[in-house]
């Protein structure tokens, strides 16, 4: 029997965070590990493009720079195939298929769509690549008829989507596609929040700490991190719960029980932030120092970078090329048997 397919990617707009470390990465290592699944890892460019059209050379760049944290988490090319969603046109042709799937009001309805509107402030400007891009996704995952889709929370919508479009299509064409489900991390919390406290750690928000932070910035943003704003006297009763310094102690910490312990203490009182900030830092910086260090040795070698995703974009394209070969034959668009 074949393996299951595992598919994810990301938009190239940056070098990622702990946000996605959390919330994907770590995820997607931990399944490459186990070698139950056929893996899939996507950058998503085209996706990118479209909220950033006049802008290309950002996503060139972060092209390299996903890449880079990809490797220095450990995926490895050996095991999951990384390539890039612009070097396979047949995603395309799929699109327009969905597209006919889909009503306007549909994709109008899409919770997350909805907020990157209102966060990009499009008001009625809304790019028509950028309203349809679940469609797009939609192609991206059913062309490798993947079934599990580790991301973060914001994507649920996304694979709700996805189904959606599977399921008209299956019916009205009959069984060609596969039904992905959306892999939520259990590991520590679906969403991190960024080091001010706001919901989300983000790039745009500017409250981000990246796997490839040096040491000294990342103990800079630590010790300057939120915490609880009504705790001010060391002796003060603290508040752990939305508090991000336990948050990331949760997602990130080893010590079980000695988390539990500071939490007991800084909820009593007699607990200063600067002594949980210290722990959280040591914490963070023995994660991520390995990280850096393998991200510098790869940064050494940028054709090497290249050649891995040329030869992930290769591989992806024979399968893709093939879902689209049964895609066109069971809407019937084969006329010369080609
Ligand atoms: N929308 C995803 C994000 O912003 C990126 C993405 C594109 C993706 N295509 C995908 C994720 C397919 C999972 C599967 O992070």
Same mark, same amino acid.
């Given at each position: 029997?074949?393996?299951?397919?595992? $598919?994810?990617?990301?938009?190239?707009?940056?070098?990622?965070?702990? @946000?996605?470390?959390?919330?994907?990465?770590?995820?997607?290592?931990? *399944?490459?590990?186990?070698? =139950?699944?056929?893996?899939?890892?996507?950058?998503?460019?085209?996706?990118?493009?479209?909220?950033?059209?006049?802008?290309?050379?950002?996503?060139?760049?972060?092209?390299?720079?996903?890449?880079?944290?990809?490797?220095?988490?450990?995926?490895?090319?050996?095991?999951?195939?990384?390539?890039?969603?612009?070097?396979?046109?047949?995603?395309? =042709?799929?699109?327009?298929?969905?597209?006919?799937?889909?009503?306007?009001?549909?994709?109008?309805?899409?919770?997350?769509?909805?907020?990157?509107?209102?966060?990009?402030?499009?008001?009625?400007?809304?790019?028509?690549?950028?309203?349809?891009?679940?469609?797009?996704?939609?192609?991206?995952?059913?062309?490798?008829?993947?079934?599990?889709?580790?991301?973060?929370?914001?994507?649920?919508?996304?694979?709700?989507?996805?189904?959606?479009?599977?399921?008209?299509?299956?019916?009205?064409?009959?069984?060609?596609?596969?039904?992905?489900?959306?892999?939520?991390?259990?590991?520590?919390?679906?969403?991190?929040? @960024?080091?001010?406290?706001?919901?989300?750690?983000?790039?745009?928000?500017?409250?981000?700490?990246?796997?490839?932070?040096?040491?000294?910035? *990342?103990?800079?943003?630590?010790?300057?991190?939120?915490?609880?704003?009504?705790?001010?006297?060391?002796?003060?009763?603290?508040?752990?719960?939305?508090?991000?310094?336990?948050?990331?102690?949760?997602?990130?910490?080893?010590?079980?029980?000695?988390?539990?312990?500071?939490?007991?203490?800084?909820?009593?009182?007699?607990?200063?932030?600067?002594?949980?900030?210290?722990? $959280?830092?040591?914490?963070?910086?023995?994660?991520?120092?390995?990280?850096?260090?393998?991200?510098? =040795?790869?940064?050494?070698?940028?054709? $090497?970078?290249?050649?891995?995703?040329?030869?992930?974009?290769?591989?992806?394209?024979?399968?893709?090329?093939?879902?689209?070969?049964?895609?066109?034959?069971? *809407? @019937?668009?084969?006329?010369?048997?080609?």
């Amino acid at each position: 029997m074949s393996k299951e397919i595992m $598919l994810t990617g990301d938009r190239p707009t940056g070098k990622l965070h702990l @946000g996605h470390y959390v919330g994907s990465l770590r995820t997607r290592f931990e *399944i490459q590990e186990t070698g =139950e699944y056929e893996n899939f890892i996507m950058i998503a460019d085209q996706q990118a493009l479209t909220d950033n059209a006049r802008n290309p050379e950002k996503i060139r760049k972060s092209l390299v720079e996903v890449t880079l944290d990809y490797l220095a988490v450990g995926i490895d090319p050996a095991k999951t195939t990384i390539f890039v969603q612009s070097q396979i046109p047949e995603l395309n =042709e799929l699109t327009m298929h969905y597209l006919n799937l889909v009503t306007v009001s549909r994709l109008e309805r899409n919770p997350t769509i909805k907020e990157e509107i209102k966060l990009r402030g499009f008001n009625t400007s809304i790019p028509a690549g950028f309203l349809v891009y679940p469609v797009s996704q939609t192609a991206d995952i059913t062309a490798f008829k993947a079934k599990k889709i580790p991301v973060g929370e914001d994507q649920l919508p996304m694979i709700e989507q996805s189904r959606e479009i599977v399921r008209s299509f299956n019916s009205i064409y009959g069984d060609i596609l596969v039904e992905p489900e959306a892999l939520i991390s259990n590991s520590g919390c679906a969403r991190l929040p @960024g080091v001010d406290g706001k919901a989300k750690m983000s790039k745009s928000l500017g409250n981000a700490i990246y796997l490839s932070d040096e040491a000294d910035v *990342i103990t800079e943003k630590v010790m300057s991190m939120y915490t609880d704003p009504n705790h001010i006297k060391v002796s003060d009763p603290g508040e752990v719960d939305n508090n991000p310094v336990f948050i990331y102690l949760d997602a990130f910490g080893k010590d079980k029980k000695y988390i539990e312990e500071l939490k007991e203490h800084y909820k009593q009182g007699g607990l200063g932030d600067v002594k949980v900030k210290r722990y $959280l830092n040591d914490v963070l910086q023995a994660e991520l120092e390995p990280i850096r260090n393998r991200r510098k =040795e790869f940064e050494k070698d940028k054709e $090497l970078i290249y050649k891995i995703l040329l030869d992930g974009s290769n591989k992806a394209r024979m399968t893709a090329s093939q879902t689209l070969k049964e895609v066109r034959d069971a *809407i @019937g668009i084969n006329y010369f048997n080609v």
